[in-house]
């Protein structure tokens, strides 16, 4: 078996990893149980993109107990758990193609290795093995039945191939399942995202000022666990609803060249492309610490802070000081690259529970259905999100209220009105 991992001596610590995480994945550990009865991916080939991580390695785990092949590459050159990608090569013969801090090369050379296991399912997390599949192996595609797609970021790009009617295939978009982007984009990009700064900083958060820009589910989330944490937080923008929305929630809004002044921290998370640009360094606080959580490492313009650099240095471990040539210090966090994954270790599992539930039916879904769907982008159907959302209540112990008839026929009708 061909791998490419930093070192198989790691794989002990890597296995204890995966078994923590999988005491707070029921969920998925359910919907395993009834694949590893069935079967139901033997001779199925999956070629996986996703962060290397403890949850993605039980989602793996999870498959190849239902029969199916898996190779594995990260979906991101600095969120791979080196550890844990020995765990799966050593005791579970996953051929994982990952190493934390690849470089570019490297990280597609990864892609290309995974796309010669010749799979027959794509999962991606961001939709560069399909990218890389569609523009550079286009004679491999016919052999894919399907895909699915972990993040919005992905699933824009995903929705801008079929309208060009560049997709070939059908692909799932897992983001848009209620049970993952309610969950996952705003709690667990809340909670990981702090954690990353605070791990790689030692930072207090209470009384400073954090600016958060775009007021999405993962903005949300984040605005929100930093107020928690005593922060005064200020939210940027360029959607007038998502503005109005902050700051009915309690957030001061503003344009970002003018929050900048004031930051303590300033973190992105929009999926857009310099959102800290040139003018945002021209204003921005002297110390202030700068990091992204959405997915590629566009949304602070590094090359734009480059030109206005007078010289750079490695401070700790993912923090790198700018020094500007107007005597300003900046620091970055993780080069650009999302700061939960990079510094910290992810969603909790228990997020990632329903993410990868939905990731795991994805798959099913798609080798039942593949035939009927067209080369766009899908949703998982709804009844599968509320089983994964019942599951989800019933492994926490939660019970709620069940409609009963007359409140069907109630809700259903239209002659009931003023009493
Ligand atoms: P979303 O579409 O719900 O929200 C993005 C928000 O950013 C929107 O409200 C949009 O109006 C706003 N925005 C766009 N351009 C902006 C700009 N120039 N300035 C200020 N705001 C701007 O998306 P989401 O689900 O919140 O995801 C955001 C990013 O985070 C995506 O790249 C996604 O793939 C990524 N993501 C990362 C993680 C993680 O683990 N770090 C998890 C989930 C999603
Ligand atoms: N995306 C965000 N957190 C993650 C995690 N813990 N594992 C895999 N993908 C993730």
């Known amino acids: 078996m061909q791998y490419d991992i930093k070192n198989i001596k790691l794989a002990e610590e890597g296995l204890r990893k995966i078994n923590w995480a999988k005491k707070d994945m029921p969920v998925l550990q359910g919907i395993a149980e009834n694949f590893k009865k069935k079967k139901i991916f033997k001779k199925v080939t999956i070629g996986a993109c996703l962060h290397v991580t403890a949850e993605t390695a039980n989602l793996i785990i999870a498959l190849k107990e239902g029969g199916a092949n898996v190779a594995l590459c990260a979906s991101n050159p600095f969120s791979t758990q080196d550890d844990v990608a020995a765990a799966l090569v050593k005791y579970y013969k996953v051929p994982v193609f990952a190493i934390k801090g690849e470089n570019t090369k490297k990280y597609f050379s990864h892609i290309n290795a995974v796309l010669d296991a010749k799979p027959n399912i794509t999962m991606d997390d961001g939709a560069d093995l399909l990218s890389v599949l569609h523009s550079e192996r286009p004679k491999q595609v016919g052999n894919v039945k399907g895909g699915t797609e972990e993040t919005t970021t992905g699933v824009t790009r995903l929705r801008a191939m079929a309208k060009e009617k560049a997709l070939h295939y059908p692909v799932i978009a897992v983001n848009d399942s209620m049970t993952k982007h309610f969950f996952d984009n705003r ?16 930072k207090l958060i209470a009384g400073s000022v954090f600016v958060v820009a775009g007021y999405g589910w993962c903005g949300k989330g984040l605005a929100m666990r930093a107020r928690g944490m005593g922060a005064n937080v200020i939210v940027t923008e360029i959607d007038p609803v998502k503005a109005i929305e902050a700051s009915m929630d309690g957030f001061r809004v503003m344009k970002m060249t003018d929050a900048a002044r004031e930051a303590d921290f300033i973190c992105t998370v929009t999926g857009n492309t310099s959102v800290v640009s040139i003018d945002v360094f021209k204003t921005i606080k002297d110390g202030c610490i700068v990091s992204n959580s959405g997915h590629f490492d566009v949304e602070i313009d590094l090359p734009a802070l480059a030109k206005i650099t ?54 099913e879904y798609i080798l039942k259905n593949y035939k009927n769907l067209s080369c766009e982008v899908h949703i998982l159907p709804e009844v599968l999100d509320r089983k994964i959302a019942v599951l989800k209540l019933k492994s926490l112990g939660i019970r709620i209220d069940t409609l009963t008839k007359r409140q069907e026929k109630y809700l259903s009708g239209w002659r009931e009105g003023t009493i």
């Not at 709690?187 to 030692?202: C, F, K, V």
């Not at 210090?329 to 969603?347: D, Q, T």
Request: one cysteine or more; a positive charge; proline letters at 1%.
């Open 187 to 202: 709690y667990g990009t809340g909670q990981s995202t702090l954690d990353g700064i605070i791990r790689a900083t030692n």
């Open 310 to 363: 007078k010289q750079k240095k490695v401070l700790r471990n993912m923090v790198e000081e700018y020094e500007l040539k107007n005597g300003k210090k900046i620091f970055v966090l993780a080069e650009g690259r999302l700061v939960n994954l990079s510094c910290a270790e992810g969603h909790p599992s228990s997020v990632m529970d329903m993410s990868f539930a939905n990731q795991a039916l994805a798959v």
